[in-house]
């Protein structure tokens, strides 16, 4: 039965292929919880779309189809799919969350964030924390580890920027990067996470969804640090302090800050369609979760952390990205990093 | 009347798929507040729009292709899971294909088409061939060969057909000329589905009107008297497998030049599994095959309406999907009241 | 009070598929009598042995037994009951000793959790040594020659003291001898106080164990008679219809013999270190009928199988006139001209499943007249099969029925006609009328004996010495893997002299032997 | 970084590769046993992963891990009895039941977890007990012994009692000798008075049981908290295993740890700058390997007795 609201300010829809990656998309999902929270009688619904591309078109078109102001969707897996369907429904306004093209349609604005950036910070955190004598760290072996769920440029490029990150505060630093194969293989993330403590890192980051979960229960158990990507993964256990001490901090990707901001300038009427902007540190499309674990660190490294931020922000460091390099290229970068026997 | 089986067949049929039904709204109604529009919505929506139908004929061609071949090979009593594999492992044959250029905007998807089907058979035939010559189990090679082949054509598009434009795992776009044309405009259905089509009628003819098909469902229904009959299983282990991993091949690359634009599958596509299941329901039967292949697209695409069009969760779906199959492929299912009509009736036949 | 220990009133039993297996039998059993069941191949004999001993259940009717209506759910309640069953096909399990095969089910305990094995292997032993069954418990039964398996079967139903024994079809596959020491020990355990049912399709046999006979037809008794009340011909003429005289003499037309169809040469095999076949070697001449007559077990089986090419030998030549078949595949032997009647017809003669037309063509699917350029040619196919069916008499709804459809004897006869209708050089026949009414049998001698008229050369070989015996022009008998006789012509030959060949207590000269391959 | 050779050849490689097989060798036990009744229970994985779910929820409610494990004990059961209802009641094909089970739980566990949690991905937040580790007394101050097997979940020390119990049950018990009996031949079994059905059923709830402990390890053990498929087609290594042991519980054993041993050297070699892609695919290659070695020496012996 239909129910009697009163009319919604705005009506938002967002295309996802799924919830429950306990990172990226489920960051992403949170945006609407903002949009719902913040905009005052706005109305949202999160459509997961399933696994299998194919079927994404109808998923888009029927979401067109109805009757909602915006619609948000892309990233680079469906904005194929999503700039066919756009193309058909010159009328509605579309946001793309995360893409690293400019908008083929005129109504349609784009965000993209520097995952290279996000690296970055976390890997600042790295080279400083393992080479300091915290609780569970130490400065004997200046190792530190990262997990990548898959070997591709959207993966390296959080890699890139942590690897350059610890070395510039960290020359010597030797980074271990392990690839899982999968995203959802949590068993697998423990594995990898296990071994690279093993093998002298006291402290590993991952971009890897779903298998990144074993990374914290490797920490606990190797009693070492862990890095979180996306979300502030330390939330992920606020039941457990014991295990929440050990991630430091995570690289977070404001995706849903971006959303929610992106949805208020659409009612403001001030989002700038057929426009891409490309969200980095500056622009706090990229952070650091500077929550109370992270806090609790010296003050020497988080104001080491803090001056090179500024010095991103300021464009006097510019971070390279991975997304243009070749298979053999970020070969030659790993083995370059990697320490030797 | 129940004593006819025929008829008992299809009133077994109604009557299963009343009871997985009247379970399925049982769930409904513990998980929307609007249930009985979202059981209409599963049941009718695909026949409410011209594209929702069409979305079931699209998603019935893979579902179909993975079918087929492996009904090819439960046929032949080969219990092989490997379609998965060589859906994917088809994709990037049909990617690295279908990226180049070409002039011919009908030649390129044929020859991509064929050379995918042959790449499939040819994959194919490796647990093929260790089954038949060495009865090494096809289960075991074929659910590891899945797992490599994964790992292969990971390695072979991030070293040479990785897009440089995406940051995923992704080929470059295909070209315009390899793309399958539409068929019936409103909808996607490509000219995948009439190839669809021609494959049915031609495994049917096969199957059931030529001596390859007969010495392959001889194989498949006794081994020993295939043998005895002068069959030779080492060839027809061989034949069957590549023809089901060319099936697998074609219809990897059907799915992907109907319905994408670029090869991007991080994952196995699933199809292995849902292949079997394809096979099972429809008996193995090619026909068969496809008319379970358009149930489940039905139900699966009914689902996604509701699931888009509800609070129902997403996940019902599957579980719809699994109580339907399970009530449906039923052999027992009111057997009791068949027997007792065939008693009360004093038995169909002589002895 | 009577002295029936079981009594069956009014059964009649439909098969899920429809097949009215019995219809309205009543017949009781009394106390301590061996009672037969005798009756033509899908008269419903096993079905109604199955009813009793619980694996199939009546659709109307009763059963009483002891007195007491008894309703078995399954062959466990029928067992602890004191009903034991033997049936037609062996129920064992071949990769388990005798000992495991026989305590199955029923295992003694140590420390009451674990099996004993030493104890199941000494009671077993004991059990066999009881009843005079000599016999090794510690064997896979896999291993086993059928006679023994037949033992282990029996012992299995003893060991579950059985006081009402069936036995379906025991004597299928036993020699003369074999069958004496059986019927002794049947005789022995009727003293004992046990009630045999006996199923069996050898009339004679029948005659000489029984004290009462009951007679099947189509599903339907006609009657429990008193074995003096009723001769082998009346037996035959209630089951079938007609009389029927198994000797075929008159028939058999001169043929000339002049060309060597088949020869064997110098055939050894050794299976992990056993001598399964030495030296045999024999000739089969166009137009005749050469018997290989020997007890299961000795190396028969796998003559045969190596012959067709279902298994290979180590060393050994065998030709077709003078084309030699050795290393030819099994498709190419048959096209020069071999054919074969497997022994078992459910696992190699047919495909459970398909249908009878599909049954009928496997053996030359490939040829012409059954197959267009592309397609098969379906209509031929049917055409050609309802021309066997009519030919064979074979009983059937259609030839699109499944095959399974059909009763023992129509299998049979399915087989017999695909495989003589192939125009063969050499017809290699095995136990050809195994567990076969004798309607039927007697219909198959006639076909073999038609087309050894029309000069082809036959490989008999059979267990059933009456068999060879009638339908045979010369005969072999095979001992340990060895010829170890050869016989010109059967006349005049008794099966109790056979018998002493078959069992290794006599053995020819070398020269008799080899006229096995000159003659 | 240390050399590779040193990390295969220290006892703590041992312990690596104990932890991977654990899931791995009960799925496979519990595979064995089906199939020693003529099952073949694809849906082991989905078993698996139904209990992982059942386990680390009921050891959050009631916060106790020992009440977790009960409770995916008896997930597994019903799973197992839900299985034996559609197979031998309705004869549903047991891979086409399995396969449905699959899909159900795959769904199942993310709908009811969403329930629960709110979340789609994992359980972390529900902070649920986990199963203790355990040091063995006396071995654990063994040096290489002590290293390699001291320490470890319980549910590895279940695992290593399951083998030996399965060994027991399954060669020296009359219930094994059954369930052999009904794999190799029903008809045979049910003459002498063997309950086919219920051989089945006791073998389904038995292999449901081993594959609910090895799914619970997965949450419980392995990992702290459920997280969405996480079995990850570890039932269907478990199933390869037990069909590549013919009915040898020895060769299932030894089967899994292979797989399991490969696996933790592609974890290990994964540290190094080798083609990820490549390394991932280590343990299948080695278990297809194996599984063609082993049937060409079988093919042989055919060979040399003649049968073929
Ligand atoms: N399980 C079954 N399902 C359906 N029909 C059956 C089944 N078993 C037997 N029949 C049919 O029931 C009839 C009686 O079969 P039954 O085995 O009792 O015959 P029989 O007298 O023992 O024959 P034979 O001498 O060949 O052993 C046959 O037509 C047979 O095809
Ligand atoms: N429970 C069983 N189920 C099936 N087969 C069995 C069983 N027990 C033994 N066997 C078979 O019997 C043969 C010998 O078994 P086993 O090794 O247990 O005998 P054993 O050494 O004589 O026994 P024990 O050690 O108790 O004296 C093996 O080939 C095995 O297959
Ligand atoms: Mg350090
Ligand atoms: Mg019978």
Redesign the pocket.
Known sequence: APKKEPEATVKVALLIPFRGDQSYFDVVANGMKLVTEQIEGSETTIIEMGTDQSKWENFYLDACEGDYDVIIGGNWEATPTFEKVIAQFPDKKFINFDNSAAPTNANTYVMFYKANELGYLTGLVAGLVTKTNLEYSDDTANIIGAIGGMNFGGINDFLYGYIQGAQAVNPDVKIIVGYAGSFSDAAKGKELALNMYAAGADIVFHAAGGTGNGLFDAAVEAQHYALGVDADQALLFAADPAKQKMILTSGTKNVDLAILQAVERFMDGTLPYNTIEVLGIKENGVALAENAIYNALPASIRDVVAAYKAKVVSGEIVVKDALTLTAEQWDAILAAAAPTN | MLANEKIFQAVKMFAAVLLALVLTFIVLLMVSDEPLRAFSLMLFSPLTKFRYFGNVIELMIPLSFAGLATALLFRTRLFNLGTEGIFYFCGIVTAAIATQTFSNSTLHPIITILISGIAGGLIALIPGFFRAKFKTDELVTSLMMNSILYGLGLYIIKYYLQATDVSGVASNLFQLTAKLPIIIPGTRIHSGFAVLIVCVILLYYMLFHTKLGYSIRMTGLNGDFAKYSGMNAFWLFLTVHFISGFLGGIGSSIELLGMYNRFQWSTLPGLGFTGALMAMLGKNHPVGVVIAAFAISYLRTGSDIMARSTDVPVEIVSIVEAVIVLFISSQYFLRKYHERALIKQGGSE?? | MNDNILELTGIT?I???G????RNVSVSFRKGEIHS?V????????????MIFGI?HPSVGKIVYKGKEVHFANSMEAIKNGIGMVH?HFMMIDDFTVAENIVLGMEPLKNKIFLNKKESVRITKELAQKYNFDMDVTLHVGRLAVSAKQKVEILKTLYRNAEVIIL??PTAVLTPQETEVLFDNLKHFKEMGHTILF?S?KLNEVKAISDRITV?QN?ESRGTYDNKDITIDQMTELMVGRKIIMSYDQFKEPTDKAVMAFKVENINLNKKGIEVLKHVSFGVRAGEILGIAGVQGNGQNELISGLVGLSRFNTGKWFIENKELTSLTIEQKRHSGLAYIPEDRMKDGIAQGASVAENLISSYYKREDINGKIFMNNKGINTLANRLIEMFSVKTKSSKSKI??????NIQKVVVARETNTSPKILIAEQPTR???IGSEEFIHHELIKMRNKDVAILLVSADLNEVMEVSDRLIVMYEGEIVAHFDTVKGLTDKELGLYMLGAKRQDEESIRRALTC | MPDLFEIIFKPEFGFTVIRVVVPILFAALGAYIASSAGIGNIAMEGTMLMAAFVGTICSAIFQNPWIGLMCAVLSGVLMSLILTYFTLVLKTNNILGGIALNLFASSFTVFLLFIVTGSKGTSATLGAKTLPKIDIPILKDIPVLGTIFSGHNVLVYIMFAAVILVYFLMYQTPLGLRIKAVGKDEHAAESVGININRIKTIALVLSGVLASLGGVYMSMGYLSFFSKNMTNGRGFIGLAAAAMGHGNIWMVTITSFLFGAFDALANALALYALPSEIIITIPYVAVFGAIVIYSIFEWRNRRARGEE
């Open positions: 002589r002895a | 039993k098969y899920s598929n097949v009215v297996a019995n069941v009756g033509e191949n899908g008269a419903g004999k096993s079905t109604l042995m199955k199939e037609q379906d079809e199923i399709h099947m599903g399974e459809s059909l009763s023992g004897g567990g076969i009414d």
